[in-house]
């Protein structure tokens, strides 16, 4: 805010729900440029509403919140905040993988509630890592990121990819340990994973989502889980955020995090940051910094 305040004059939207959506349609209006983040939906009612609209900077990796086709057919350049979220990403991705892999919700539960019977050599025994395959779903700037963590425990990596490097998904999803997602929400990759995707993983295997919760057909992954299709799932993202489909919230064997996937102070001041700057370039009649696609 101190960035953009000292470089033009700035409004904030307020507001939940619909009083958002309304706020932001009549706010919009005469505006140069729109900061959104990954909750705000710049469909091509809002592009429209911006009638002096320039840039939206999107204050995220991920731009499926966005018309870009519209904002492109409006002449409105989109951006959004690759590279500084990458490790934060990661990291947060190798801590569901442990979190699931080793049931620390199973065993945090326990406690809180007051049911730990105490120590035991049988208690709680969960995978390891070493020696066993982490299957990569989309080897972007993430999924290599993740990649080279998990090395590091002693994994082994397969993946596939858009271009021609990689295996098919069927493959990955059949021989890897753990399977962990890292493509964008697409129209082609919603419901990427389903149920006969499911059904093709080994029965020890985990998933792991920390890209968009529609890559995953959440009803269908919560009957693999109940029908012990899959070992376990950890997820940061849902179909319909904030929600968290009703099947999934007595599962014992997935851990369920609410988006944080990006979530430190460094990584969040980062992304505000290049929002701006891009903002910043474009009112300056310069190029953006980060411009998608
Ligand atoms: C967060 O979800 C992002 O796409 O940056």
Redesign the pocket.
């Known amino acids: 805010m101190a960035r953009l305040e000292a470089a033009c004059q700035v409004e904030q939207c307020a507001g939940d729900g619909d009083a958002a959506r309304r706020d932001l349609l009549a706010r919009v209006a005469g505006k140069q440029a729109l900061v959104s983040m990954?909750t705000d939906t710049i469909d091509r009612t809002v592009i429209e509403a911006g009638d002096a609209l320039k840039i939206i900077a999107?204050?995220?990796?991920?731009?499926n919140n966005i018309d870009v086709a519209a904002a492109r057919g409006c002449g409105i350049i989109v951006t959004?905040?690759p590279d500084v979220?990458t490790d934060a990403?990661a990291d947060f991705t190798l801590a569901l993988i442990l979190a699931i892999t080793r049931r620390l919700g199973e065993g945090e539960r326990w406690l809180r509630g007051g049911t730990w019977p105490g120590w035991a050599f049988d208690q709680l025994l969960g995978m390891q890592l070493r020696g066993k395959q982490l299957g990569i779903v989309g080897y972007g700037r993430i999924g290599r990121a993740v990649a080279a963590r998990a090395q590091a425990f002693g994994m082994t990596i397969a993946y596939t990819s858009r271009s021609d490097a990689g295996i098919p998904l069927d493959r990955l999803l059949a021989t890897s340990d753990v399977v962990s997602l890292h493509v964008p929400l697409t129209p082609e990759t919603r419901h990427l994973i389903g149920q006969p995707e499911l059904a093709r993983m080994k029965r020890s295997a985990y998933l792991i989502n920390t890209?968009?919760g529609p890559v995953v057909d959440e009803a269908a992954l919560a009957w693999a889980l109940k029908n012990r299709l899959i070992a376990g799932a950890a997820l940061d993202?849902y179909e319909r955020e904030p929600e968290v489909h009703s099947d999934l919230l007595p599962l014992e064997n997935v851990v369920l995090a609410p988006?944080l996937?990006?979530a430190t102070t460094e990584t969040r001041t980062a992304?505000a940051d290049l929002a701006a700057r891009n903002v910043i370039a474009v009112l300056a009649g310069e190029p953006p910094l980060t411009s998608v696609g």
């Open positions: 990954v999107n204050v995220a990796v991920g731009y959004n905040t979220l990403t890209t968009r993202v988006h996937g990006s992304m």
